[in-house]
């Protein structure tokens, strides 16, 4: 059975560009949940999709967007990417609202 | 506003010495509590939670977590550390009526042979 999986586990940009990271759910999960870790720092919600909507939001902006795919698949997008952006990107799944997210071993997005 | 804080960036222990690892939280109304572990280059891994119930809450790979209201904490514990517990350890706070949760900075673990 497979886990949560994400790719890409590593990724260069520059400033300015924009940027996809994809995650597939662990098997029998429908809910997708994203996280920003900064070097140093928990992760923080960026926020949490559920039958192809988002359901919640934490404190980041526009730039930042997501969808998921009828298979529960998500992608993060981010537009006009700051070095700020810099942070290893987490994706964790869950069936409905569980209490115990399972998370992928992360993308780490460097900004140049 | 919900939150937690990790007192301690790293903590030190003798192989088969107990452990502790520190957390606090601020919350209203009842506390959903969780505790994550972060091997290096991997993803975060449930560990335990509190939700209700009994104050000692047991977990994986032999850590428990010890709920305590007045004292608004819930530290991680385990009774003979090893040398594979070493990794980066995150308390976390669920915000009520979402599945939000709201991460610690993160305690790191040295277990010393």
């Known amino acids: 059975d497979a886990g949560v999986t994400q790719s890409p586990t590593h990724l260069i940009k520059t400033r300015g560009q924009q940027v996809t990271l994809r995650c597939s759910p662990k098997?029998?999960?429908?809910?997708v949940s994203w996280y920003q870790q900064a070097l140093g720092q928990g992760p923080q919600f960026i926020f949490q999709?559920?039958?192809?909507?988002?359901?919640q939001r934490g404190n980041f902006p526009d730039r930042f967007s997501g969808h998921q795919f009828p298979n529960y698949s998500s992608e993060l997008n981010v537009n006009a990417l700051l070095l700020g952006d810099s942070a290893l990107y987490l994706c964790?799944?869950?069936f409905g609202q569980g209490e115990k997210l399972f998370f992928g071993s992360g993308t780490q997005l460097s900004v140049l | 506003a919900q939150s937690v804080a990790q007192p301690e960036d790293q903590v030190n222990v003798a192989e088969g010495n107990p452990l502790t690892v520190k957390c606090t939280y601020s919350?209203?109304?009842?506390?959903?509590l969780f505790w994550y572990v972060q091997y290096p280059n991997r993803g975060l891994q449930f560990l335990l939670k509190?939700?209700?119930?009994?104050?000692l809450v047991k977990g994986s790979y032999g850590f428990e977590a010890e709920f305590n209201k007045s004292q608004t904490s819930f530290h991680l514990k385990k009774p003979s550390a090893l040398v594979s517990d070493s990794a980066l350890y995150f308390c976390?706070?669920?915000?009520?009526?979402?599945?939000?949760?709201?991460f610690g900075t993160g305690t790191r673990l040295q277990v010393f042979p």
């Open positions: 976390a706070v669920r915000v009520h009526n979402t599945d939000k949760l709201i």
């Open positions: 964790a799944s869950s």
């Open positions: 509190y939700i209700t119930g009994d104050n």
């Open positions: 999709y559920y039958e192809e909507e988002e359901r």
């Open positions: 919350v209203s109304g009842n506390p959903y």
């Open positions: 098997s029998g999960h429908d809910t």
